[in-house]
């Protein structure tokens, strides 16, 4: 404890268990004070363990993921960073038969139509989102902005095809979460 450089950053994880009752009201279960994060007894959830635990580590600066090391990972340090489900958003027109053959453009976003270069693209948007600290975002332009009324949106009819359908994920993902917009 005497050699470590820093004597205010602690921190304790736990583990929070809840549970939703059939009026959807949340109740707390328990607190686990030491919350069992081994994979060896669900192997289908370590890469969120992995997850759980380096994302904990990065709050207190214990952790630290540069692009420098990047090509240094493996693959399962790569998935651990950003997963499939990290890049889907919800396409109200993807539950629909409207895109059951990808055909149309506003199927691009929907999981069924996405290649798998389209997902690698998504994941270097999402890693450069979670990573950038205090930086905004300026292209695709940010959704909360007002100048992205008229102005900006006869801009998007000149954006490639490639460019749109990334505005069209930052959007999508805009609408989940504020973060996003900017």
């Not at 007894?41 to 993921?65: C, D, K, R, S």
């Not at 149309?104 to 069924?112: F, G, P, T, Y």
Request: hydrophobic share 40%; with cysteine; net charge negative.
């Amino acid at each position: 404890m005497a050699s470590y450089p820093d004597h205010q950053i602690f921190f304790e994880m736990v583990r929070f268990d809840f549970v939703l009752d059939d009026k959807l009201q949340l109740w707390l279960m328990e607190v686990n004070m030491s919350p069992n994060l081994s994979s060896s007894i669900h192997p289908e959830n370590a890469i969120m363990y992995e997850q759980v635990v380096f994302n904990t580590l990065a709050l207190v600066g214990a952790a630290h993921y540069t692009a420098g090391s990047a090509s240094k990972l493996t693959q399962q340090e790569r998935d651990m960073m950003v997963r499939d489900s990290d890049v889907l958003v919800p396409v109200d027109e993807c539950r629909q038969d409207g895109c059951k053959h990808c055909e149309e453009a506003k199927c691009v976003l929907c999981q069924h139509c996405m290649s798998e270069n389209q997902k690698k693209i998504f994941k270097q948007a999402f890693v450069e989102h979670t990573h950038r600290r205090n930086f905004v975002r300026v292209f695709p332009v940010p959704h909360h902005d007002a100048a992205r009324s008229a102005d900006t949106k006869s801009e998007d009819k000149a954006l490639s095809t490639p460019n749109k359908v990334m505005d069209l994920w930052y959007g999508a993902k805009c609408r989940l979460s504020k973060p996003w917009c900017i």
